[in-house]
């Protein structure tokens, strides 16, 4: 099955159905068209045939199921006015040549104008005063308040949202710091920012913003052990994603010390009716509306109602969501490099946490020959997959990447080093460059068989150990002494070094992932110099 062609005859309209309440602002590009007849009724009360329908734009009120789907043959496209897809199935729309698009943008300028002005309020302790006059009362020394001017502010995530942050906060001269493991030198000036580590975030701010998606990094970040790193009067935000804050060791932290106060607009459980930290009141808390202005959903109708419209008329859809389906054949064909160069990039994504400024993907062997557009898309899915909050795919990885300012390019060798089919990748920092090789075969599936300097054949598995460490007798002994007192069982192993006694890397294929208190623990052997955990 193929994605479904926009055309039609020369008189006939494209059918747009409009199912859930959006802005008519927003929605003017395909009410203004000649090439379409829209038709704004619920998908489940509409008088006009499904059957019939081209376009679908809708918001997080409808779901689309299988079902639905299946009911509506000429249905193209799909448009969700917001960023979130979990209403929509992706799977069934890319077996019908659905093409699913979002808007991931159109809600930025509301939640920085949103966090700022929970900054704002909270250092002034403006809803505290207000709830104070409304019960009648004329207290002014319960409400002094601090400047937000020479103040510092941490930036904890520093995309869109947290670029437009930095600058309303460098409008109030505040300084502004920010902490990004991608986050390029570059970036950091063009934005007026000073790019610094965690840990020195979290011991200069005063106030302390987070922007980060929510993923295993970064989940219960600021938990009790970083708060008793920040200042004492450190003020906390959250109005990204729920879950990056541990609630209750923000709540003892507030009650304790030595955080002043928190703004948090979004939690671990929603709703969070009668939640804890309401009760504090040293926090302003709001339901989940950073994003909720007329404003946003305005540009959010409009970008998928312009988007829509251009794929209609035969342009292509750069917010596209879900992979068009392949023949049978052809996916098999593809599908084993597929699954190696996705699997590359997921892999030297988390081996390489720090800002990227090039991609260089190189082919081999059988591969050389082929057109391989699909597999750098594979690649780029993979490795963004742990750096973005946002649903990325081999349709929209290629359009993150150019986002992001990262220069991607390939190059078709003719030494395959012995391989029937070969592929280096080379990604380069502002400080450093790696580099890891892969292959495919049949018997053995993907293997990894080089990074960096150091040759292996490893096949990885759902939870890898990455090791580095200075080649000394004893030291695989001790790994394994190491991970046997933590229960954590050894599956498979492999050792690359450069020379005898020189520098040396483990890749250890385990049984259940190694948390933190794992890690830290190879701190003891001071032949290792660091350790990765690798969730594939």
Request: glycine fraction near 6%.
């Amino acid at each position: 099955m193929e994605v479904k062609e926009a055309v039609k005859s020369e008189n006939q309209l494209f059918t747009v159905l409009v199912s859930d309440q959006m802005s008519e602002k927003g929605l003017q590009p395909v009410l203004e068209s000649d090439a379409v007849e829209v038709v704004r009724e619920n998908i489940h009360s509409t008088a006009t045939p499904l059957a019939e329908v081209d376009a679908l734009l809708i918001r997080s009120a409808t779901t689309v199921t299988k079902e639905l789907i299946e009911q509506m043959p000429n249905l193209k496209i799909i448009g969700r006015a917001g960023v979130g897809v979990d209403n929509v199935d992706l799977d069934a729309a890319t077996e019908n040549g659905v093409v699913v698009v979002n808007a991931p943008d159109g809600n930025t300028i509301s939640t920085a104008e949103h966090t700022f002005a929970m900054l704002a309020s909270l250092v002034r302790n403006i809803p505290q005063a207000n709830q104070s006059m409304k019960e009648g009362k004329w207290d002014r020394k319960s409400y002094q308040g601090t400047e937000l001017y020479g103040k510092t502010l941490g930036v904890i995530g520093f995309g869109r949202i947290g670029a437009e942050l930095a600058a309303r906060a460098r409008a109030f001269r505040m300084n502004v710091i920010a902490y990004d493991p991608f986050l390029t030198q570059s970036r950091a000036e063009k934005n007026r920012v000073t790019p610094v580590e965690l840990d020195e975030l979290l011991a200069s701010s005063d106030f302390i913003s987070l922007h980060t998606p929510l993923t295993k990094e970064t989940k219960g970040m600021i938990n009790a052990e970083r708060i008793n790193q920040m200042k004492n009067g450190v003020y906390i935000l959250n109005c990204a994603r729920g879950g990056i804050i541990d609630e209750d060791d923000l709540y003892n932290a507030i009650e304790n010390g030595p955080v002043q106060g928190a703004a948090v607009d979004v939690y671990e459980d929603e709703p969070a009716d009668n939640h804890p930290l309401t009760k504090l009141p040293q926090v302003i808390t709001t339901p989940h509306i950073a994003a909720s202005t007329t404003e946003a959903q305005t540009n959010v109708a409009e970008q998928v109602a312009i988007e829509v419209l251009g794929y209609l008329n035969g342009k292509p859809a750069p917010h596209a969501l879900n992979l068009p389906y392949l023949d049978a054949d052809v996916f098999e064909k593809l599908s084993p490099i597929t699954k190696l160069t996705r699997m590359l990039g997921d892999m030297s994504s988390q081996l390489f946490r720090e800002p990227v400024k090039a991609i260089k993907i190189s082919y081999a062997g059988e591969l050389s020959h082929q057109d391989t557009g699909l597999f750098n898309r594979s690649f780029l899915a993979g490795f963004f997959r742990h750096r973005i909050d946002a649903y990325v795919n081999e349709v929209n990885a290629s359009h993150v990447a150019k986002d992001r300012e990262i220069n991607v390019s390939e190059t078709h060798e003719t030494e395959s080093s012995g391989y029937s089919n070969f592929i280096e990748i080379e990604i380069s920092g502002e400080k450093r460059t790696l580099k890891i090789s892969g292959t495919y075969s049949n018997e053995f599936g993907p293997r990894v068989i080089k990074i960096n300097e150091f040759a292996l054949d490893f096949q990885p598995s759902h939870h890898t150990l990455y090791v580095q460490h200075n080649d000394r007798p004893g030291v695989i002994g001790k790994v394994g002494q190491l991970l046997g007192k933590h229960d954590v069982n050894i599956a498979a192993m492999q050792v690359g070094r450069s020379f005898e006694g020189g520098n040396a890397i483990m890749l250890l294929g385990t049984d259940k992932e190694c948390d933190q208190e794992v890690l830290k623990a190879f701190a003891e052997f001071e032949e290792i110099v660091s350790v990765s955990s690798i969730e594939l």
